[in-house]
């Protein structure tokens, strides 16, 4: 593989820009990679989309960014992973491509048969791929699905802390407030970044899980294997692009996310 291919971006791929909290994980463990983060705000949600539509959309961003130059790909959104990944790692089985699911495996095994609130668009829970997910982990804990429609969108918006995002925890966990919860699984990307505010509105002490810092380990190694890894010993460049017509706030959205986190 030549250096100008090892030097190529890293493509990172989410509906909107949830995968932010993905992106902060793999400059912690490849800071000297050059980054490509691309946002389809046009089309978000996702995780209320049918699977087609999802699907499409993800193999036709992700073929976008192969075209150019991206030598591997991150699936930034665990809706995009269920609906696309298996299918875009058979059309380009020769580049490294790495999706996210809920965190339920290390959630599960953090204690003794815990009770586990995974929280998740609906698109994802209904997904196969969740289900069996489920069901391998279903004789270690209380595995509890938490389908949060809309809870993206305050993130969307930048609204990490406000009054409308607390009334909305307070409704969704309504009926869970007499359950004994060990563990939260942050089964989005865009979910990190309500993460205290989550914590705050269960009032009670748990332990939050998600899936960004294995994405990226399992990046590296990909890449590592297929003999991708950049040559530079300096930090990377991150660049933002958008589907909006004018990305401006959604990219002023994306630094301010990334700084903060």
Known sequence: MEKRQKNNPIAVFDSGVGGISVL????????????LFFGDSVNAPYGTKTTEQVRALTIRHATELFEEGAKGLVVACNTA???????????????????????????VEAKDHPTVLVLATPMTIREEKFQRLMERYENQGKIIPLPCPGLMDFVERGDLDGADLKKYLVEL??????????????????????????????????????GGEGTAREMHRR???????????????????????????????CRKLLSNF
Do not use: W
Request: charge should be negative.
């Open 81 to 107: 992973t269920s609906a696309a990944v298996r299918n875009l790692r058979e059309i380009y089985p020769d580049i490294p491509i790495v999706g996210i699911e809920p965190a339920v495996k290390p959630a």
């Open 24 to 35: 902060k994980e793999l400059l912690k463990v490849m800071p000297e990679e050059n980054y």
């Open 173 to 210: 966990f309504y009926a869970y407030q007499n359950e004994k919860i060990d563990s939260v699984v942050l089964g989005c990307t865009h979910y990190p970044f309500v993460r205290d505010a989550i914590v705050e509105t269960l009032h009670r002490p748990v332990t939050v899980f998600d």
């Open 223 to 253: 890449l590592e294997a297929a003999g991708l890894l950049c040559d530079r010993k300096e930090p990377g460049a991150v660049e933002f692009r958008n589907s909006l017509p004018d990305p401006t706030e959604k990219i002023a959205l």
